[in-house]
């Protein structure tokens, strides 16, 4: 078992646990929703999805952003997923990145959508 995130107790009082389909979808999110520079002795981890919260949106953007996600992703989460598809797209204020993949330890293929909704 591997502890959920976000941390939490569970009904026993004791820290959560998941399941490892579970954990390396959070592995995903944390991978996505972090900022490069923010963890310590690793500068090279995350995205930059939430530097542009006041971006304009636009096709570039999303460009942009497929291309810098899909780098880290397999660079980061290589031994533990692979990379099946990934699509951001833009419309109108909302940038929607899609990730879908398959747990290398279950063979599971799973989905994960961030959506963000900002300035046109």
């Not at 939430?50 to 497929?66: K, T």
């Not at 990934?86 to 990145?97: G, H, W, Y």
């Amino acid at each position: 078992m591997y502890v959920d995130f976000p941390w939490h107790y569970d009904g026993r009082g004791a820290t959560a646990q998941t399941s490892e389909d579970d954990h390396v979808r959070d592995l995903l999110v944390q991978l996505v929703l972090t900022d490069p520079g923010e963890r310590v002795n690793r500068p090279g981890f995350g995205c930059g999805l939430r530097q542009l919260v006041f971006a304009p949106n636009s096709p570039e953007l999303a460009a942009a952003l497929q291309f810098t996600m899909q780098a880290a992703i397999q660079r980061e989460l290589g031994d533990v997923l692979t990379l099946q598809g990934l699509e951001v797209t833009s419309e109108d204020a909302a940038l929607r990145v899609t990730v879908t993949y398959v747990v290398l330890a279950t063979g599971r293929p799973a989905s994960v959508t961030v959506e963000r909704e900002g300035l046109p």
